[in-house]
């Protein structure tokens, strides 16, 4: 089992940054994988980012590419989201999500992760 808290959503301007955390909890961060996704009002969860367990593979959506970075720190358990440049269409609620499946691929799909935080709220206005 695998419990997972979001932190650090808020409401910022175009242009802002801000960094998003994902606190993993029941399994050392190493021997699972994380991704991010974000489900704006009226659309479905969609695939935001992903960093292998291994850290040595990222993928990102090409909304967010060279915009967000996703980063591990195995010592805090912690993922993280940096959100630079942000836009209106930024604006969602955003999700980390864990799965323990093989390190050797980077899992984009909503069904891939059967782990899930709350959320917490981004809203970028314009």
Known sequence: QVELVESGGGLVQTGDSLRLSCAASGRTLSSI??????????????????????????????????RFTISRDNAKNTVYLQMNSLKPEDTAVYYCAANVL??????????????????TQVTVSS
């Not at 991704?35 to 291994?54: C, I, L, M, N, Y």
């Not at 093989?102 to 959320?119: D, E, F, K």
């Open 33 to 66: 994988n994380v991704g991010w996704f974000r489900q704006a009002p009226g659309k479905e969860r969609e695939f935001v980012a992903t960093k292998t367990r291994s850290g040595d593979s990222t993928s990102y959506a090409d909304s967010v590419k060279g």
């Open 102 to 119: 093989s390190s050797a691929l980077n899992y984009r799909g909503r069904n891939q992760y059967p782990y899930w935080g709350q959320g």
